[in-house]
C-alpha cells in the first residue's frame, strides 16, 4: 500500500464486498468518515459517506492523478491509481496519521494491492 508523507495509505480492490469489509473494519478500530475515502468508477472523490451512497451508483464524474496526489498520493503512483480507477476497480484511501501500519493491514487483510504490487 502506498504510504506518502502525507500519512495516506491507498488500496486497490477488485471486490465491492471486500471494500465494504475493509471500511467496516476500519471505522471499527477507530478510522473517521472523514479519513477514508473510497473512490469508483464514475464517482468523484468525497468522504466516506458521499461516496458509499455512490459506490455501487456511478452518477458522478471520475477523479484524474491531481485529484489523488491532492488527496497524499505520490505524484509517481497517481497516474497508476488513476489507471485502475479507470479499468472499473475501487480505490481506497485512508488518512491514517500514525496509524499508516494499521490501515495498511486492515487494506491487505481485504485483499487490496498497491502500486508498489502493481497486479489485481
Known sequence: M???EHSTVAGVFTDDTQVERAIEE??????????INVWKSGTETGSFLDNLK???TGQKTTPTASDFVNMGVPAQDADYYQS????GRT???VRAGDLQQSALRILRQF???DAAMRQP
Open 91 to 93: 480505490i481506497v484511501l
Open 54 to 56: 455512490n459506490l455501487f
Open 26 to 35: 476500519l471505522r471499527r478500530v477507530g478510522f473517521g468518515a472523514d479519513e
Open 2 to 4: 502506498v504510504m506518502s
Open 111 to 113: 485483499g487490496a494491492y
Open 84 to 87: 485502475e480507477l479507470a479499468a
